[in-house]
């Protein structure tokens, strides 16, 4: 499991070839649709980052796998080291269990059958993350184009480029990465085989390129990308023979004299012998080895001669040579022993031909022709004139004075007539042809005269020379010197280091190649990788992604992970400089310019590292750049991950907060029911008390004996039937609002507080009542029975009764009357009184109390975001980049210079202007907005936009001597900077990759501002 708690960190640089097995012929592969786009459309898939490809190719190796290998102490990398610890200081993480640790290695293995190349890693443990598709636009044109235009490719190294893309298929997938973690890495991974033994496999090399950062939010890229290959014999017969063929050619226009042209002419054979036997030896037994060795160096040489043969005037020579040639191309890969020059030929030749042919061997003018006869012919008078003409001839004739004895026809003749048969000594014949090619390195290979030639060919021709120097020429010394006596038994090599030796040939021819083709993808992906970044930010919401980031219960983090991706998208475009690539074609070349005999006595050290230097070169490199973008990527992408993390407790505490709410529900009940089982009979108190009383005072003195006695049930009454409505519905809206509720109980003891509290939620709600609450009070009497006497009341209280009877026409009185005491208020002050009465502080702290083990959670959370909200600027601040201004930062190939001087139009406001010139930054591409070099200027650790910027390209600064560059000025007022010490820095990095980091310090006088 991912450590957020530890560390994540994760550079890796790994390039190897791996395995192989016997070849099989397979369908033939080339690019030859130059608008074929190389990666495939994966922008609808959502992945986990597990299932991404290239996931195998980057594992750490564990240290019983390692061979050639170096690891590194953990104080290699202090940069990023610093830069994680604080990292996992942060207490936020506390909650992520399990260990992460970083570990540092480099190894450059050389056995092709089980890996070789160049790794180098830095890896910790993996994270959850999501896989998003993009779609890069890149085509095989668009590759060529850029390949070709790299340094060093004009010429012959742009031909063997382009017959390479004759031989492989190129196919590509991207992702970009969305993860939960803390983790900084970069890979640049290329691995494959030139044989494989799956008929559905096809042999070649993989790559993953890839970069990502996380503080706690994640973003990156991955880039995996297949080479396939149709047939490494056939390419690797190609390519030395048209390297060498290159290196002819120029030798011959080089000045040289005749002799020195017939040394270098003389290589070719024996280059392209011992290459194919480089790919194809090590897989072999010894005695497999031996018959395989004689039929290559024998057909190598036999091909060599008839294309002699094929380029002199004679037409019948030309024509029998062409027809040998082919026959010896088409057997090329089935051949397993040496070729019999014998059977019909597939095309008749005209008749002056035959008759030529056939008078010259004392034959019938009209007789059939034969691939024997045909062979007869040419190693006749043609063979006889060539070796008048061309001295390189005799001195590959010599090779095989032992071999085959006699003079240099004899010779010739004997190897084309050669046949493998029971009565052959196969260990005889193979040490005297060793013997031979030993003889020719000796004699040709070590000659002053012809290392004089070679410095003089390759003078103008870097890559042909290397190819030359360190794979092809090396190759011959390596079959002499290792290679030969290993399966004559006449030395004590073991197998695994035959294999690492002339994987070393291969490596670099191939390899070389490979790595361009790597190094232009790559190049194009980070041109684009800024806009694939942000329109994968567009699908961090999705369903699919959130699927799988769920695992780590962090879904709160997605407008961070938003902001990750366009803080990803501005730092990855020129992650893997070009100068990383140039490092790795030195590893490409492990020989190098070494003596073949001492590098072999190395190899036999299992730790020897061939090019440790450059090896060590492109680690530093890539843990530079990391250790220089990490901390650029959490210094922009902390405070939203900070403030995520802050809202996520908030939610959190929301959470607690509903939980809580249900307990003052409860309070509120409670207290609603207490009021309304307790409250009338004050209210009815108060009302007598403090309303009415005066009111009966008004009474007349004979009714008020009466109304005092039947007020009092009229004023309960009153309250059940008209006042207690009104002040239900006040108790009924009673909010009380557990936030606030969990805030007071955080501090302890708070009772008082809490008592307040509810009693001012109480009063709000009354005091909504207004004024108060009016009602009127009507009191009935009942008077005592009256005699029935002939008068009339003043104020009957009913109508005159009429009828017959006793006491027909008297007037008889009622026995009750109605008094109207008058409209009434009461007041909210009143009704809180009476409230108050029933809930008393008492009885509230005792409620207090009893609700308080409830709010301990929510109690908690509060106190966690308050210590958080204290945490956030002093972590942010922690976090800020800092940039050294020390001599050693300056190691850019283009200078940048910083003026500041007073706004001359702004005097008056205290303003400076800021001026800076960068010598040699080029606007790049007109036609690809792609191709810019990026800026970024800071002042005190906080972006200054360069939309705020004037600028100028191909500008001069008004400084003597200065070059033509980029010019960058705008004002600064004193508001915008500090009292005492400011930084202003700038980073640019030009189209290439090369960067500079140039800053100064200054100081404002104590001023007013």
């Not at 991207?174 to 803390?182: D, F």
């Not at 490092?583 to 005999?597: E, H, K, L, Q």
């Not at 955080?746 to 307040?756: A, D, H, I, L, Y």
């Not at 190691?891 to 210079?897: K, M, N, P, V």
Request: with cysteine; hydrophobic share 45%.
């Amino acid at each position: 499991m991912l450590s957020e708690h530890s560390i994540t960190s994760f550079i890796s640089l790994i390039i190897y070839i791996r395995g192989f097995c016997l070849w099989k012929e397979v369908g033939y592969l080339s690019e030859t649709n130059p608008k074929r786009q190389i990666f495939s459309d994966e922008s609808k898939k959502v992945v986990p980052w597990s299932s991404v490809a290239g996931g195998s190719l980057v594992e750490f190796k564990s240290n019983v796998e390692v061979r050639r290998g170096v690891s590194f102490q953990e104080t290699a990398g202090v940069g990023v080291s610093a830069l994680f610890n604080k990292m996992k200081n942060v207490p936020i993480f506390a909650d992520i269990t399990g260990e992460a640790k970083v570990q540092f290695q480099a190894q450059s293995p050389l056995d092709m059958l089980e890996e070789a190349g160049v790794a180098v890693r830095l890896q910790a443990i993996a994270r959850v993350a999501a896989g998003i598709g993009l779609k890069p636009n890149i085509n095989i044109e668009q590759l060529r184009k850029i390949v070709t235009e790299l340094p060093d490719m004009k010429g012959t190294p742009t031909e063997l480029f382009n017959l390479l893309l004759e031989e492989i298929r190129i196919n590509g997938v991207l992702y970009a990465q969305a993860a939960i973690a803390i983790m900084a890495y970069a890979n640049l991974v290329a691995t494959g085989s030139l044989f494989s033994d799956d008929e559905d496999i096809k042999p070649g090399f993989n790559m993953v390129f890839e970069a990502g950062y996380g503080f706690k939010v994640g973003a990156g890229y991955r880039g995996y990308v297949e080479v396939n290959f149709d047939s490494p014999r056939k390419l690797i017969y190609r390519y030395s023979d048209l390297a060498v063929s290159k290196m002819i050619a120029r030798a011959e226009q080089s000045g040289l004299s005749s002799s020195q042209l017939s040394l270098i002419r003389s290589l070719q054979a024996p280059i392209v012998a011992t290459t194919r036997l480089a790919l194809e030896i090590g897989q072999l037994s010894k005695e497999q080895a031996i018959t395989r060795s004689i039929t290559i160096i024998l057909q190598e040489t036999q091909r060599w001669i008839i294309s002699k043969l094929a380029n002199v005037q004679d037409e019948a020579t030309r024509w029998a040579a062409g027809q040998l040639g082919e026959l010896l191309n088409s057997q090329m890969s089935k051949l397993t022993e040496p070729f019999k020059f014998s059977g019909p030929l597939s095309t008749k030749p005209s008749e002056k031909i035959r008759r030529n042919m056939n008078t010259q061997l004392g034959r019938k003018p009209d007789a059939e022709l034969s691939i024997e006869i045909i062979t007869q012919y040419l190693l006749g008078k043609p063979l006889q004139q060539l070796l008048a003409k061309t001295t390189e001839i005799q001195i590959v004739a010599n090779i095989f004075s032992n071999a085959f004895p006699g003079g240099a026809e004899e010779s010739m003749r004997a190897m084309f007539a050669y046949t493998r048969s029971s009565e052959s000594n196969e260990v005889e014949l193979m040490r005297r042809l060793a013997a031979g090619l030993k003889s020719f390195v000796a004699e040709v290979i070590k000659s002053p005269s012809f290392v004089s030639a070679l410095d003089k060919v390759f003078a103008t021709n870097k890559e042909l020379g290397t190819l030359m120097r360190s794979a092809c020429i090396p190759g011959i010394e390596l079959a002499t010197q290792v290679t030969f006596p290993y399966i004559l038994n006449e030395v004590n090599y073991d197998r695994k280091l035959i294999r690492e030796a002339v994987s070393s040939v291969l490596l670099t021819l191939i390899g070389r190649n490979v790595i361009r083709i790597f190094n232009g993808i790559v190049m194009k992906i980070q041109q684009d990788i800024g806009g694939l970044l942000r329109d994968a930010s567009k699908k961090l919401n999705s369903v699919q992604v959130q699927d799988i980031l769920r695992v780590t219960g962090k879904s709160y983090m997605r407008k961070p992970l938003e902001a990750g991706f366009q803080e990803a998208a501005k730092l990855f475009g020129d992650f893997i400089p070009q100068k990383l690539f140039d490092r790795i074609f030195d590893v490409f070349t492990p020989i190098g310019g070494a003596a073949i005999s001492s590098y072999v006595d190395n190899l036999r050290n299992t730790s020897w590292m061939p090019r440790l230097d450059k090896v060590y070169e492109c680690y530093q490199l890539m843990l530079s750049v990391l250790a220089t973008k990490a901390p650029i990527f959490v210094s922009r992408i902390i405070g939203a991950v900070l403030r995520a993390f802050l809202d996520y407790l908030k939610e959190e505490l929301e959470r607690l907060i509903a939980i809580f709410k249900i307990q003052m529900d409860r309070l509120k009940e409670r207290i609603i029911m207490l009021i309304q089982m307790n409250i009338a009979n004050l209210l009815t108190g108060i009302i007598r008390n403090e309303v009415i009383n005066k009111a009966i005072e008004k009474v007349p003195s004979q009714f008020r004996s009466l109304v005092e006695k039947a007020v009092d049930g009229v004023i309960r009454e009153v309250v059940a039937n008209q006042l207690m409505k009104p002040i239900n519905d006040a108790l009924n809206r009673l909010l009380f609002d557990p936030g606030k509720v969990l805030q007071i109980m955080s501090v302890p003891n708070n009772v008082n507080e809490f008592v307040k509290y509810v009693i001012s939620v109480i009063e709000k709600e009354v005091k909504k009542l207004g004024a108060g609450l009016r009602f009127k009070l009507d009191v009935t009497i009942s008077l005592p029975d009256l005699p029935k006497l002939p008068f009339v009341l003043d104020q009957p209280s009913s109508a005159i009764q009429s009828g017959s009877g006793e006491g027909e026409g008297l007037v008889k009185p009622s026995v009750s009357r109605v008094i109207s005491l008058g409209q009434f208020t009461l007041t909210p002050s009143q009704i809180l009184r009476a409230i108050g009465g029933v809930i008393s502080p008492i009885e509230l702290e005792r409620r207090y109390f009893s609700i308080l083990q409830y709010a301990f959670p929510g109690i908690q959370q509060l106190k966690r975001i308050a210590e958080f909200e204290v945490l956030i600027p002093q972590i942010i601040d922690q976090f800020k980049v800092n940039r050294s201004l020390a001599p050693d930062i300056q190691t850019s190939t283009f200078d940048a210079l910083i003026v500041l001087r007073p706004a001359e139009e702004e005097r008056s406001s205290r303003s400076i202007e800021v001026v800076l010139h960068y010598v040699g930054l080029e606007r790049g591409e007109r036609d690809d907005p792609h191709r810019y070099p990026t800026v970024a200027v800071f002042l005190n650790n906080r972006d200054l936009p360069l939309d705020s910027f004037h600028y100028a390209w191909d500008a001069h600064s008004g400084i003597s001597g200065r070059q033509s560059g980029l010019l960058l000025w705008r004002t600064l007022t004193v508001q915008d900077l500090q009292e005492g010490e400011n930084l202003l820095y700038t980073i640019a990095t030009d189209i290439h990759g090369r960067s500079i980091e140039s800053g100064t310090r200054f100081s404002l006088l104590a001023t007013e501002r």
